[in-house]
């Protein structure tokens, strides 16, 4: 993985490997997909309870006195905490089939399939939670899922966090552990990367070819 380069570049290496790597919302989609699925899973009085129980983490982390981690950790747990995986997958058959496809960003849908096409690995790097990015995966054909997964106690969701919150550094981390993991003997990796925020600046940086908000990116450093 190199300097960032024009996007419409093939590799030279026919023993690398090529690697598109999606954020999910903003990217994929249109705009955010967490708090839709809350509220459409819920209910309103019960997504207003979950913001309620959760305002203090959040109005510390709209003014930088906590960690995204944190704050969306509480949220996860006043909204899920007990669920089971039967409700959940209820939730998300809906979400999934019935949300999300007014939901899709047309370019990143197109740009995705181009890569598909050409027979590039492409995977979602995104921080929203595995109970439906799986899902959302396998509908597009995704060769993997990189996502902030949840916990489970037998099939009831604690509510907490499995994994860290897939965001920012962690993105490029769980990005380098699955390659090790899949691909250890290749000789290369040319990486396509596509994101919209902040975030997504560090997985951005490590592409070869990477676009920010649908325009070519040009290296920068982390701003959140």
Known sequence: ???????????????????AAFDFDGTLTRRDTLLPYLWRSLGWPNFLLALLQSAPWLAAYAFRIISNHRAKARLLHASLGGRSMAEVGQWTADFVGQYLPGQWNPDALARLRWHQARGHRCLIISASPGIYLHRTGEVLHMDAVLCTELELEG???????????????????????WLAEHYPAAQGVVLHAYGDSAGDIPLLNLADYAHYQGQPWV???SRA
């Open 219 to 221: 290296r920068k450093t």
């Open 155 to 177: 099939e009831v969701l604690t509510g907490r966090m499995q994994t860290r919150n897939c965001h920012g550094e962690e993105k490029v981390r769980r990005l380098k552990a």
């Open 1 to 19: 993985m190199h300097e960032v380069a024009e996007a419409t570049s093939e590799t030279k290496n026919p023993a690398a490997i090529e690697v």
